[in-house]
């Protein structure tokens, strides 16, 4: 069956794949019968392979939240995003919601409409959080932001139920148990930071440090030894070249805007990770 072009990101995420898939396709393994990403983030490589058996997860409530939303709601949800004004004051009201007890009582359509209009209203398009979880990312001054985007939202809502397509919000290692020998496990985690500006983990309340990059690689040298591919995307810093020394690494460049400085913006080497030649 023929990709549907619809299908694609519907929210702007830290370290999407998007540009470097030309790339990434260059070393997927041929034959993928069960596609399993535990960190889904933005899902391009997910969409950009439209795979017909899946298990996507994410550690983020609030994303997960989304994806369950565009696949059961995602009529109330293109109704919900109508009511978005693209203003700062609104924009600083709905943002301050998650510091306030009004967000308890949001419903998943509201709390998914929610992420979104942030998503696309603000500077530089990204989901970030402080260490409160609460979403910080100010105000962007687009003039026209898309924040409706209804054939995009239709397209990945009909992909979800026309597919088997299993979302989850646990801890990554819980669903890489479920992996099996003909499994393919896509790794895009927070990236370890080569940089302060750099850091890839603001989407995640506490980030990521180095001891859950070295759990990470166990998890993947688990992997390795019962046979199951894998393939990993991570940053150029050689905490994680000597890390998995013992796999093959890629090193690609990628265009990012995660520089606060825009001058410093602009293509960065990163890694891929994989198990198999």
């Known amino acids: 069956m023929a990709k549907n072009k619809l299908v694609a990101p519907f929210l702007k995420w830290v370290g999407g794949k998007r540009q470097i898939m030309p790339t990434i396709e260059q070393h997927l393994p041929k034959g993928i019968k069960s596609y399993i990403e535990p960190f889904i983030g933005g899902g391009a490589v997910l969409f950009h392979l439209q795979p017909k058996n899946a298990i996507i997860n994410d550690f983020n409530s609030e994303l ?17 995003l109508q009511k978005h004004e693209n203003q700062p004051q609104y924009f600083y009201k709905i943002r301050a919601l998650d510091r306030t007890e009004a967000f308890a009582s949001l419903s998943n ?5 929610r992420i979104i209009y942030l998503n696309k209203t603000c ?13 910080n990312s100010p105000f962007g001054k687009y003039k026209n932001p898309n924040i409706v985007n209804d054939p995009t939202l239709r397209a990945v809502s009909f992909y979800l139920n026309s ?5 989850e919000n646990t801890d990554y290692e819980t669903i890489l148990k479920e992996a099996d020998k003909y ?5 895009d985690p927070p990236y370890y930071p080569v940089s302060e500006s750099s850091n890839f983990t603001g989407y995640i309340q506490g980030g990521w440090d180095e001891s859950d990059q070295i759990r990470l690689k166990e998890a993947c040298d688990r992997l390795n030894q019962r046979k199951i591919k894998f393939l990993q995307s991570n940053s150029c810093a050689n905490f994680i070249k ?30 891929l990770i994989k198990n198999y030649d």
């Open 183 to 187: 499994s393919f496990v896509y790794l």
């Open 163 to 167: 597919n088997n397509i299993r979302i």
């Open 64 to 80: 997960v939240n989304v994806y369950n939303v565009i696949k059961n709601d995602v009529e109330n949800l293109i109704l919900d």
């Open 123 to 135: 500077y530089n398009g990204l989901y970030r959080v402080n260490n409160s979880g609460e979403f």
């Open 242 to 271: 000597e890390l998995y020394a013992d796999y093959y690494v890629y090193t690609v460049k990628a265009n990012r805007a995660i520089n606060s400085d825009g001058e410093k913006r602009g293509e960065i080497e990163e890694l």
């Open 109 to 113: 359509v509201e709390r998914a409409s």
